[in-house]
């Protein structure tokens, strides 16, 4: 049985989250910057000042709402969706998102009751134990598991799960819609499942 597991910002809508300005703003904190997901600097940042990581979690949180009320719904997307899950495909989200704010962009994309799994930051901070933790939930094989991310670092996790791993490019897509490239590879993975 084929499991699909989708990113949310830059795969599901293109994001409309500052990240450098979050960036800058732990750097005024005092915290060092490493290229890497925020979600896995405000990990480390946890273990060692954790009441420090809870006022910079609480302005991001504050940034991904924002975010997740300009998401509109697109049929085009729950059609897909939808072809999916009446083939047998099992569909999962992983974001490094907070739980709250993964959840609404779902519903205001209209797509949410197509969800088996969600596992957001609460979960873990970490993509690859993300997709463990799909998988292990959904009792999917890698090799018959595809995961749409957008960056080099879901690229990187998916390789090193075994699971088949394609990169979406939302760049030239209007702020918090749906990549378009998203719906080509939708597409087309759906012809090569049948």
């Known amino acids: 049985m084929h499991t699909l597991v989708l990113d949310i910002d830059g795969t599901l809508v293109k994001p409309d989250i500052d990240w450098a300005y979050v960036r800058r703003r732990l750097s005024e904190l005092g915290i060092n910057v490493p290229h890497k997901p925020v979600a896995e600097i405000l990990a480390r940042v946890a273990m060692h000042n954790p009441r420090l990581a ?114 979406i490019d939302s760049k030239n897509d209007p702020v918090s819609a749906v990549p378009k490239h998203l719906k080509a590879t939708l597409r087309r993975l759906l012809k090569s499942l049948s």
């Open 54 to 167: 809870k006022s910079v979690e609480d302005e991001i949180v504050g940034i991904e709402r924002r975010s997740a009320e300009r998401v509109r719904q697109d049929p085009e997307l729950r059609d897909l969706l939808s072809r999916f899950k009446s083939r047998g495909v099992r569909i999962a989200v992983v974001t490094l998102r907070g739980r709250e704010t993964a959840i609404k962009v779902l519903e205001s994309l209209g797509i949410s009751d197509l969800v088996d799994v969600l596992v957001t930051r609460e979960d873990s901070y970490d993509r690859k134990a993300q997709l463990r933790t799909v998988m292990r939930i959904l009792g999917a094989e890698p090799s018959q598991t595809y995961f749409l991310g957008d960056t080099v670092w879901d690229l990187e996790a998916g390789k090193s799960e075994g699971v088949n791993v394609l990169l």
